[in-house]
Structure formats: C-alpha cells, structure tokens
C-alpha cells in the first residue's frame, strides 16, 4: 500500500528493513472493507535536543492510497496516533521526515530544522592556508571493518548534536544497506575513516560516485581536524569535478575555503516537530538563558495542551506547570514545535503573525531562551526507515 501510494516497488532488503524497525503495537491500518488502504507507524529514538536527550516517537511509513483521498482517513490516523501517545503517557516528542509541506501543519507539526543541499565545483575549491587537518590519517575500509568504528564516531557526535538520534544495530543495517537498484546508476559506498595518531578514530565519511560527481552521504568528525582532513580529502579525490552533500545550515565546509563561492547551498525543510504534550517537552530540554514566562497555547488537534504553561528555567532546573495567572505570549502548538530544536526563532515567527507577545519584553527574553548554540540539523538513517 506504502508503495503504491508513492509510485514504488517494495524490494527484499527494504523489506527486511521495514520489519526489523517497526513496532506493530504502534502501527495502524485504515480498511476499507478487508483492504488496507491507509496506514501509519510510530517507532522509538532518542533526539537530542538543546542540553538534553529525549524519546521521540519517530513516525514513519504514512500513506493513505490515491483511490480514498479526502475521507479524513490521514486526519484519523494522525490524532489517534497523537492521542494514543498522550494516553499511555509515551514519547511527548513526535517528528517526522515531510514527504510534502502542505500536509502535517494542520496536524500541529512545524520545520523545526533545515538543511543545506551542497553543490561543490571542486575545479575551484581548495583548503584555506590556516585550515588545520591535523596529523591524523585516513584509511578506505570495506564495510565490515568500518562499521564498529562508524557506529562509535556516530553516537558521540550525535549525543551533541541537536537534531540527531541514536542509531542502534538494526538502524545501522538500514543505513548501509546499498542494494545495486537503489544506487541510481552510482557506484557502492565506500567508507573513508579517519583517526588519530594515536589510533582513535574520529571522523568519518560515506559516499559513492556518479560519472564526475561525488556524492557524500554521510560526513561525521567529532574533531574540527578530521572535519577538515575528510573535506581535504574530497577536494584532492581524482577524476571528480562535482560533490554533493546534504549539511547543516550553518556548514563550516564555506569558511574552511580559500573561496566559499565554490559551494552553493539550498535550504530546505528538514525535521518536522510535533509537541504531543507541551509540558513535559518544554522541561525535556534546556535554556542557555534563563526565563520565566506564561505561554498561552492553542492546539486545535491535541486540545489537552490548550491552556496557559508557566514555563520555568535555570541552569539545569526546567519546571512547566498549568495556571491561571496573566499570559506573556499567546501562540499555538505549532509555533512552540517550530523553535523546540534551538532553529526558527520566535521573534522571526512573531514577525510572521504567528506569535503574539503580550508583555513588553517577553517576546525577546523567550525567543532568546529557546534559541540553540548552532544551527539543529537531522542525519535521516537511509531510504528506510524514513526518520
């Protein structure tokens, strides 16, 4: 039915996928009659969000077939997967990977990061004089090598990086599946890693090539130098004119550049959020600047958020609770998710009539309050499973 509904044919290996990360329990189906023609499925993360780790319920695998279009069947699903994780008191964190941009905004979703889609003509790009790669080596290992230091590279990035999620074994399978059908016309991945002389590895890169063209699938360095030596090392690769990546928005990659015009970026949604229960989402992370401040919510889909939140923060100590007491800030749970990750600033969702401030100053101390160090960024774990 997934497939049908996006044009696609399942293969074996994405099956097999599919089957070793879903979770039935928490996976729904719409039937017409003994057919299913619509489904939706939820499995558990853990996001890293500004001063914290929390659960997130990963939603994935939604389709509803063209012949049972607008029947509210997408609605259905959508509150009754939200109001089953506010029942049983799951995941207050919902995000997904948007097929279209037009579709989860009524359901209370919102972008909460971007990322920057990286055309490099590397004819024209070379390392700065003070770029800085380090001693350290990098080696081409085959998979079965490369994969227990990929997985320990990778889970200490992301414990800092805002908008990653963990990543264990049977997602790891998913990520370096490379069947030859879902190459596109590419070679195999090839992994390159790179360690320190001292023997720890801390960067690495996955990627493949398309005629001239090198595409990076995944580039991870927990050391700005294996940053820079990985980048090196795609700069100097032979019989390439052109690389490809997908980035954060705020990419050290341009400032690493004698000349940062030699990449040109395009942004575009990347991790859309969805606060099931704002209370215990707003304490699941943490402020770089205290506050104090009423927030009145409206949530049309998920009306147990709906109310006033006395949201609390200093240090390590987050506190939301009900009152009655004056809103400062009246806006809606899409708003709320659209900041969650330290991106999209209040003040710009203000400019945009989507927040209303009603206390002087309020606007300014909370949007500087939920505001993150870098830029949130979200590493999708292959063609399955989707977030």
């Not at 039937?31 to 001063?51: E, K, Q």
């Not at 003070?130 to 990098?138: E, F, H, R």
């Not at 580039?219 to 980035?247: C, K, M, N, P």
Request: one cysteine or more; aromatic letters at 6%; glycine letters at 10%.
């Amino acid at each position: 039915m997934v497939t049908t509904t996006y044009g696609q044919d399942w293969r074996e290996g994405a099956l097999r996928s599919a089957r070793s990360v879903i979770e039935p329990a928490r996976t729904l189906a719409a039937y017409d009659g003994r057919d299913i023609v619509g489904g939706a499925s939820v499995y558990g993360r853990v996001l890293t969000v500004p001063g914290a780790r929390t659960p997130v319920a990963g939603v994935t695998l939604v389709a509803v077939l063209p012949t049972h279009r607008r029947r509210g069947i997408l609605t259905a699903m959508m509150r009754r997967q939200l109001t089953e994780l506010h029942e049983s008191g799951g995941e207050a964190i919902a995000a997904l990977n948007a097929a279209e941009a037009t579709i989860y905004g009524r359901f209370g979703y919102a972008a909460a990061s971007h990322l920057a889609r990286i055309r490099g003509d590397k004819r024209d790009m070379a390392l700065r004089a003070d770029a800085d790669p380090g001693p350290g080596t990098l080696r081409l290992l085959d998979a079965d090598r490369a994969r227990p230091l990929l997985e320990k590279i990778h889970d200490t990035a992301r414990l800092r990086t805002v908008g990653w999620v963990d990543r264990a074994e049977k997602y790891w399978d998913a990520r370096l599946h490379d069947p030859e059908h879902a190459r596109h016309g590419a070679t195999a991945l090839r992994f390159a890693v790179h360690s320190e002389p001292g023997g720890e590895a801390t960067g690495y890169a996955l990627y493949r090539s398309e005629g001239r063209t090198v595409q990076i699938v995944e580039l991870v360095a927990t050391t700005r130098q294996s940053y820079a030596s990985l980048w090196r090392y795609f700069i100097d690769l032979d019989a390439h004119d052109h690389l490809t990546y997908e980035g954060a928005v705020d990419e050290p990659l341009p400032h690493l550049l004698r000349d940062p015009r030699a990449v040109r970026t395009t942004v575009v949604d990347n991790l859309w959020v969805r606060l099931v229960d704002v209370g215990r989402a707003l304490t699941a992370r943490r402020y770089p600047a205290g506050l104090d401040v009423v927030l009145e919510v409206e949530d049309t889909f998920c009306p147990w958020n709906t109310g006033r939140h006395h949201l609390r923060a200093e240090g390590k100590t987050v506190t939301c609770e009900r009152t009655r007491a004056r809103a400062d800030l009246r806006l809606s749970a899409a708003e709320l998710g659209a900041a969650y990750l330290g991106g999209p600033t209040l003040t710009a969702l203000a400019a945009a009539g989507r927040v209303q401030e009603l206390r002087p100053g309020a606007l300014a101390a909370a949007s500087r309050a939920f505001r993150g160090e870098r830029e949130p960024f979200h590493v999708s774990g292959g063609a399955f499973p989707a977030f």
